[in-house]
């Protein structure tokens, strides 16, 4: 037959024109830096280069193992918290972000985001948050049985915290639940149960954890309220530095009824009263709501769970 030949049709364009893997490496060095490349956009992904999330996770863990072991827990427990942390706080980005994968590109600070610039895909994504969910369950094993029950809701409360910002106005409370559920994880392993002082720690956490985000949403409120994003910053709007100064006097309130609670003394409460002093030097950074001055104040409070820390420490340690 005679059957005039088609044109072969346009290729399609690639909806990742900047994904790695479409990259061939020719030889051994293009290999290295091809896969060099995919690795950093996954450090980028996790945050390994902001820090800041590992450390408002880890105070509360510590402050808790520390009360609950009486000042000396399990070297054994320790490295596990702290490795469920690194892996969780990793998983809690990856999620967020793909998330957010529509919304990031409208917002000045995460377009750039691996998943929002299309560095990396939706399906690489999903697969690195499996890979660290599957770390995390094996970590979680590793716990005594109630501990476990309490780390599989920690695992709900990280996953359905990007979704929850679209419908809540007060989604900084329930992440912080998220960061503070460490601190009955660790009185269920050491202690075998969850007293009344977990509960009190942990409602002095989710206080504090809405104060620094709500510092954080106070940078993006602008683009947040453009693309229709909820967030204590906009809810609070003009009020926001009072609200936040009421919620620093209730965490601080409620530290010092733990040292009542625990029976600590004098070096715990100089801890709590030198976070006092970073919380006023806080509310001094976002007096004008400037973005840049509230991210540094976000950023500080990481200096806030480190001296209530080391007063806790110094506390168990000098204790006669």
């Known amino acids: 037959m005679n059957a005039e030949l088609l044109p072969a049709p346009p290729p399609k364009q690639r909806r990742y024109p900047k994904y790695k893997p479409s990259f061939k490496p020719k030889n051994a060095r293009a290999a290295v830096l091809a ?4 690795v950093r956009e996954y450090a980028l992904l996790i945050r390994l280069h902001r820090p800041i ?8 863990a510590l402050w808790a ?22 892996v969780m706080r990793s998983a809690g980005c990856v999620i967020n972000d793909y998330a957010d994968r529509d919304f990031d590109p ?3 600070r995460t377009r750039d985001r691996p998943l929002a610039a299309k560095r990396v895909a939706p399906g690489e994504a999903i697969v690195l948050f499996v890979v660290l969910g599957l770390i995390a369950t094996w970590l979680a094993m590793q716990l005594e049985p109630l501990a476990r029950l309490y780390a599989a809701a920690g695992g709900v409360l990280a996953v359905t915290y990007p979704w929850l910002k679209r419908y809540v106005s007060l989604p900084q409370f329930y992440l912080g639940v998220a960061f503070g559920w460490s601190i009955p994880m660790a009185f269920a392993e050491i202690a075998g149960e969850v ?5 009190l720690l942990l409602a002095a956490v989710v206080l504090w954890a809405a104060v620094y985000d709500t510092m954080y949403a106070m940078v993006d409120r602008k683009d947040d309220l453009r693309i ?10 003009d009020a926001d530095r009072v609200v936040i100064g009421v919620m620093q006097a209730m965490v601080l309130f409620a530290l010092w ?8 003394g004098n070096w715990y409460r100089v801890g709590v009263a030198a976070g006092a002093a970073f919380f006023v030097y806080q509310q001094w950074l976002i007096r004008d709501r400037k973005p840049d001055a509230c991210f540094r104040a ?9 001296v209530v820390f080391v007063g806790l420490a110094l506390d168990y340690l000098y204790r006669g």
């Open 53 to 60: 999330g590992i450390w408002l996770l880890m105070w509360p």
């Open 228 to 237: 229709g994003i909820k967030s204590t910053a906009i809810l609070f709007g």
């Open 195 to 199: 007293p009344r002082i977990a509960w």
């Open 106 to 108: 409208r917002v000045e």
């Open 298 to 306: 976000f950023n500080n409070n990481h200096y806030f769970g480190l």
């Open 65 to 86: 193992l520390w009360i609950a072991g009486q000042g000396r827990p399990d070297q054994k427990l320790l490295m596990l918290f702290l490795a469920g942390i690194f």
């Open 257 to 264: 009824l733990v040292s009542d609670e625990a029976s600590l």
């Open 35 to 38: 896969i060099g490349s995919t």
